[in-house]
């Protein structure tokens, strides 16, 4: 699987736009990009996934780069409660069910 | 419907003993992943078993194994206990499909068994 980079942390104020980013500069071209979050002391959860159109859904939009070398995930209105740890991971759709987590960027949403 | 369900949520065992944690996957759910999570180390994958067979393994040494019964529940098990071994083990179920590929690409976490080793 492709290795990402994400900033280890952000700060965002309540009801504003979280926009964070990632690197996935060597994916390939059947790799999926996903997104989970991880709020303390809870498991990950799913956010959103896509290949190379932008996908939107009840949680957040995911914009992927023409070359498919960089997306960023956008909450559109945060609260308190998107505090988490969010993880960008790229893989294979049908690569098994193996998820490598890298350090993911700790989202702190301030009032 | 019910989510992923690990137990127990807390665990405290001594160096040099064994432990066994219990996972009931999402109904219908075929597939479950294990995976530990430590400030150190960040989440790692353990392996993932699907219809009672482990068909990816992480990079841990023979003292962490695992099983999966017809019902797709599962339970990892670690043997000689570390200090290092301390951490959150986290379970995932997803659905898969009939060639063995993922049909759901969202994996449900539990909340996960922390495990203490003094």
């Known amino acids: 699987d492709a290795k990402t980079t994400q900033p280890p942390s952000m700060d965002c104020a309540e009801g504003r736009a979280a926009n964070l980013p990632c690197n996935h500069s060597?994916?390939?071209?059947?790799?999926?990009v996903y997104w989970y979050r991880q709020i303390h002391s809870q498991g990950p959860q799913y956010i959103i996934h896509?290949?190379?159109n932008n996908e939107t859904n009840e949680m957040a939009s995911l914009i992927i780069t023409e070359d498919r070398k960089s997306s960023t995930l956008i909450l559109p209105h945060a609260t308190l409660r998107d505090t988490a740890v969010y993880y960008c991971?790229?893989?294979?759709?049908?690569?098994?069910?193996?998820?490598?987590f890298g350090g993911g960027t700790r989202l702190m949403v301030k009032p | 419907k019910a989510g992923v369900t690990q137990t127990p949520r807390y665990l405290i065992k001594t160096r040099g003993q064994q432990v066994t944690l219990s996972c009931s996957p999402i109904?219908?759910?075929?597939?479950v992943s294990w995976y530990q999570q430590t400030p150190g180390q960040g989440l790692q994958f353990l392996f993932e078993?699907?219809?009672?067979?482990?068909?990816n393994k992480g990079n841990f040494p023979g003292r962490f194994s695992g099983r999966q019964f017809s019902n797709s529940r599962s339970e990892m098990n670690v043997s000689t206990l570390e200090l290092g071994d301390s951490a959150l083990y986290l379970c995932?179920?997803?659905?898969?499909?009939?060639?063995?590929?993922?049909?759901?690409?969202?994996?449900?976490f539990g909340s996960g068994t922390r495990l203490t080793v003094v």
């Open positions: 991971i790229v893989r294979e759709r049908n690569a098994g069910n193996m998820l490598t």
């Open positions: 995932a179920s997803s659905l898969v499909g009939l060639a063995g590929t993922s049909v759901n690409y969202g994996y449900t």
């Open positions: 896509g290949l190379k």
């Open positions: 078993y699907f219809s009672e067979t482990q068909r």
């Open positions: 060597t994916i390939s071209g059947n790799e999926y």
């Open positions: 109904s219908g759910h075929r597939s």
